[in-house]
Nanobody
Framework: QVQLRESGPGLVRPSQTLSLTCTVS??????????WSWIRQPPGKGLEWMGA???????YYSPSLASRTSISRDTFKNQIILQLSSLTPEDTAVYHC?????????????WGQGALVSVSS
C-alpha cells in the first residue's frame, strides 16, 4: 500500500530556510488525480494546511504562507519537497505530508507520521 514518510532536520535556526522531504512508497506521485499536501501543527494548536502539489506538478499555496513556501517534487525519487524560508520560532511544528484525491482541498486519505521541526537559536 502507499506510504508517506517525512524527513528533514529536527532543529533549524531563525531566519534560515527549512527543507523537508516526503518520500512516497507503494505508488507514484504522478498518478492521476492525486494531490500531495504539506500540513503542520504547532504545539497546542490546530492543523494548518500549507500548500500542495498535484499529479501534473501544479502547485497551490495557503495565502498566509505563500510568500515563504515552495513545494516541488522529484519524480525520479518519488518525493515531495517543502521549503519554508525566513523561519521564526512560530514555525516550530510537526510537519506532515498527506495525500488527497481529486483536488488540493479534498479530505486527506493518507498521512505520514510527521516530522517535528524546532526553530530556535
Amino acid at each position: 500500500q502507499v506510504q508517506l514518510r517525512e524527513s528533514g532536520p529536527g532543529l533549524v535556526r531563525p531566519s534560515q530556510t527549512l527543507s523537508l522531504t516526503c518520500t512516497v512508497s507503494g505508488g507514484s506521485i504522478t498518478t492521476m488525480f492525486y494531490y500531495w499536501s504539506w500540513i503542520r501543527q504547532p504545539p497546542g494548536k490546530g492543523l494548518e494546511w500549507m500548500g500542495a502539489i498535484g499529479y501534473s506538478g501544479s502547485t497551490y499555496y495557503s495565502p498566509s504562507l505563500a510568500s515563504r513556501t515552495s513545494i516541488s517534487r522529484d519524480t525520479f525519487k518519488n518525493q515531495i519537497i517543502l521549503q519554508l524560508s525566513s523561519l521564526t520560532p512560530e514555525d516550530t511544528a510537526v510537519y506532515h505530508c498527506a495525500r488527497q484525491p481529486g483536488s488540493p482541498q479534498a479530505p486527506r486519505e493518507l498521512w505520514g507520521q510527521g516530522a517535528l521541526v524546532s526553530v530556535s537559536s
